[in-house]
């Protein structure tokens, strides 16, 4: 009896390379199916049918091996030196982010500027502005935390995050000009396809992770790096603004244009709300800390 269980174990729990492979291969047909609009045809059923029995071998795999694969990837982490003092360290994690955010901001500053001159619109010239902000507000914060290592005292890092905390008021300039861009200069982004949705997979990640790690980090009681995640929630809510923008020109086709425009005028005063209180608030507190110290 023994004997014959094992077939069918193997069958409804093939290994685990075999069920990404029926995993990619699913993913690839799914998106054949719907570009195709052949929702409905008999391979779509087989398609789905195959899909859902690779969707739940592939989860009750990773929670029956998730306890190991948990302790193994612990392992490796706190084994090598640069990683665990990535994943202890809260000033190292933010400079190593820091580091990527700029480098990512200066390539979309330097992109937007070449793409502005090139097309002669004003979409890409506030979009340079705005990643050129961010760009001065994360170097910064990087060389705040760099000196921060060698002891650098409190009052220059209170000082440091209140002014750029008043720098992040100024992205409600640049904001109040993409929302009178998108208003008054509807753009068209396009058939994004299946873009869009890995573009909303994103933004709704980076709002995720940014509204987690300033909650995190509130525990540090470093202005500094209360500022740096405010500068990666603040981006998150902007690229939020954008994709709604988005999905309003690919799927509002029968919305009327006025009733688009209340949505995108919303969410854009509600986003410069959020910015301006974050960043008021935080130059009452590092003013009032500056106070305390200077008595």
Not at 20 to 28: D, E, K, M, R, V
Not at 54 to 60: A, G, I, K, Y
Not at 89 to 100: E, G, M, P, R
Request: proline content about 3%; hydrophobic content about 50%.
């Amino acid at each position: 009896m023994g004997a014959r269980q094992i077939p069918w174990s193997k069958l409804l729990f093939p290994p685990l390379w075999l069920i990404c492979i029926l995993a990619i291969a699913c993913a690839i047909a799914l998106f054949q199916i719907f570009s195709r609009g052949m929702e409905s045809s008999p391979a779509a059923y087989t398609v789905y049918t195959l899909s859902f029995y690779t969707l739940l071998v592939l989860s009750l795999t990773v929670g029956k091996n998730f306890p190991r694969w948990h302790s193994r990837v612990r392992e490796i982490v706190y084994g090598n030196s640069y990683t665990r003092q990535y994943v202890t360290d809260a000033v190292f994690k933010t400079q190593i982010n820091l580091a990527c955010s700029l480098a990512l901001d200066v390539l979309y500053t330097g992109v937007n500027i070449l793409l502005a001159v090139f097309f002669s619109t004003n979409w890409f010239a506030v979009f340079a502005g705005y990643y050129a902000v961010l760009s001065c507000l994360r170097i910064l914060l990087f060389q705040n935390l760099f000196r921060q290592r060698k002891r650098e005292n409190p009052i220059r890092e209170l000082k440091r995050a209140r002014f750029c905390s008043g720098i992040l008021l100024t992205v409600n300039l640049v904001l109040s000009a993409l929302v009178m861009m998108m208003l008054y200069r509807p753009h068209d982004f396009g058939d994004m396809g299946v873009l869009i949705y890995v573009a909303a997979l994103y933004t709704f990640s980076a709002l995720a992770v940014s509204l987690t790690g300033l909650i995190r980090f509130r525990k540090y009681k470093s202005p500094v790096l209360s500022v740096s995640r405010m500068i990666s929630l603040t981006a998150s809510l902007v690229s939020l603004l954008i994709l709604e923008t988005a999905m309003l020109s690919q799927f509002g086709g029968e919305m009327p244009l006025s009733t688009q425009n209340i949505f995108i005028a919303a969410t854009g005063a509600g986003i410069s709300i959020v910015i301006i209180v974050t960043a008021l608030y935080m130059i009452l507190k590092t003013t009032r800390m500056l106070r305390r110290l200077s008595q």
